[in-house]
Each structure stands twice: as C-alpha cells, then as structure tokens.
C-alpha cells in the first residue's frame, strides 16, 4: 500500500511509523501502552485503512490519521488519542 504525504510524495505506508508515532505520543503524557494494546490497535488501524481504499491501495496521512483517531477512541484511550492529535 501507498500513502501520499503531506507534501504530496508517495512513499510505501509503514504501520510501524504509526507505531513509533503513537509510542512517544504514550511517552510524552505518561501513558502506559502496553505492547499488546499497541499491537491490537496497529493491527485494526491497517485493516481499516486497507478497507478503505479496496484495489486503489493509496491512502493520504490525513485519512490514516483519521483511523487512527477512531480506533484509539473505541478502544477507550482517550487520553492517547488526545495526545497522538495534539489536542
């Protein structure tokens, strides 16, 4: 799968990015992620962004993103979901 980036390049999407991402997102607010949650919540963030873009296989960091908000929310971890956001 591809994703375009913000400054509009295309480069292969990494779900361990995501990961590293959310790792010091956890780490800057004392959170407690524990490998097993973090595993839990990368795997449903690349099965939802896989569903949604079927056979075109590209996606945008705003739409990973996006997933990444949903599933940390319906996964209860509100507080990392505000810090991944920067809110």
Do not use: H
Not at 4 to 18: A, H
Not at 54 to 73: C, D, H, M, N, P
């Amino acid at each position: 799968m591809k994703i375009t980036k913000k400054d509009g390049i295309l480069s292969e999407f990494d779900i361990e990015r995501v990961g590293r991402s959310l790792e010091n997102s956890a780490k800057n607010v004392g959170f407690e992620l524990s490998e097993s949650n973090l595993k839990i919540v990368l795997k449903q963030v690349e099965k939802k962004v896989q569903a949604l873009n079927g056979i075109a296989r590209v996606t945008s960091t705003y739409e990973v993103r996006g997933v990444v908000f949903q599933v940390l929310k319906s996964n209860g971890f509100t507080e990392l979901c505000r810090a991944y956001m920067g809110v």
